[in-house]
């Protein structure tokens, strides 16, 4: 099998099309097929560099390789469109030669009152076929004179279905008379999409097309020129749109649309690519959440649904759930520094820095969705501030009714080590009780907010070791982390000063 993902370089990677370039990816791994990289910028306007380089970042961030096409060296190609226009003019003119293409001069003005007038006698809006007759000549004798030119294929007059099966819809068949002499090389011979793709996809051998369904009725006009040229349509593959969870096309509206937001957002690879596989087809029941290789082994396209793929941010996050509780500390670590650095607690940590990290953030991670709300859920490590805590009305009518509490932790910790482990933690909270005679909820929470400067987070068992780990650290890259002990002080001096 050879496989392609054909991508156009105008803008971010949509998970609609990286979900394409996916199931392409399946379908050649577990096929031992091979997978080809095609960048489609022939619109030279809306194509940038920078665009090609965000797509193929994306693709190998999702861990989606390529064997053949820009990058997965060998000595094929040129891959890029943009490189192959004398490949595109050549069959043009090898069409012009047979009678089955023909240049046409027709301005954009003529072109746009023919649409008008058949638009309004309720008619299809194709070509009428002004220039189809002219002598071949006369034509040349125009073109050699500078009169801009495009060249239109030129479609049989009889009507008839052009049909075919498509693996995800079935049969699928256009009728021809609605289809006009269209347009295969531009003024200064750049080739339209459907002009260019049939002869990549022909001399790719490409044997399967998985696109998106929004090029279905591109189709005929591409099985036409199959059929001009003599070669063998591929076998077509159309899968669905992936919609917003209001059955629009997924859009910005929607929130996140692109491979990069949501590596920005800090979903991990692995979970990002296994939804998006489940977008449409399913692995087996309750065996959704697998690695891409189990995927490739069991994928087959004959298997993807029609219907539409509606994207669930929730049954996303699920995965990224599953798969941030699988990751490594360290890669947590790694993965978490941007977003620490942003927040202004992290610069370059060390060594020691890194480890501590890699404890702090796997313990936030077990709670978050992505790696984005991780800074949120360490705040209590780097910007701990007593007095801001107290300036929350709650906060300080909570402190004043539990100022027993508080004066009793401050003077056990005052006395007392780190408490580096939780079983010292607990042993510090069972002196505070003994001496308050609270229990629960009411010695907790206390205990919770000066610690913390929080009235929720993580289990205090967790935190208040975190603390304490990252009060005694000798490390650079980090911005200090104050200890138990002080913040209590801290915390009990600014209750009593009011
Ligand atoms: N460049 C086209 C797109 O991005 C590819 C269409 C195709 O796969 O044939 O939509």
Known sequence: MRLRFAPSPTGQLHVGNARTALFNWLLARG?????????????????TKEAEGTAFDDLRWLGLSWDEGPDAGGDHGPYRQSERG????????ELMASGKAYYCF??????????????RAGLPPKYGGRCRNL??????RRVENGEPAVVRFRVTDEEREIAFTDVVRGDVSFNSGVIGDFVILRTG?????NFAVVIDDALMEISDVIRGEDHISNTPRQLLLYEAFGWKPPRFAHVSMVLGPDHSKLSKRHGATSVSEFREKGYLPEALANYLALLGWSPGENEELLPLEELAKR????????????FDPEKLAWANRHYLKAAPPDR????AIPFLQQAGWVTEPDAAALEFLAHAVSAAAAS?????????????????SASRALEDPAVRAEAESAAAVIEALADVLANGGRLLERESFRAAAAQVRQRTGLKGKELFHPIRLVLTGEAEGMELDISVPAIERGAELQASGLRPVMGARERAAEFARLLRAR
């Open 31 to 47: 096929s031992g097929g091979t997978l080809i990289l095609r960048i489609e910028d022939t619109d030279v306007v809306r194509s």
């Open 86 to 93: 004398h490949i595109y003019r050549a069959h043009a003119v």
């Open 106 to 119: 027709c301005s954009e003005e003529d072109l746009e009152q023919e649409r008008y007038h058949a638009l």
């Open 135 to 140: 002598s071949r000549d006369e034509a040349r």
């Open 189 to 193: 011979g750049i080739p339209t999409y």
């Open 299 to 310: 994928f087959r396209i004959e298997d993807v649904g029609k219907s539409p793929g509606v």
């Open 332 to 335: 947590l670590a790694t993965l």
């Open 368 to 384: 978050v969705d992505h790696l984005d709300q991780v800074p949120a859920r360490l705040r209590f490590l780097f910007d701990y």
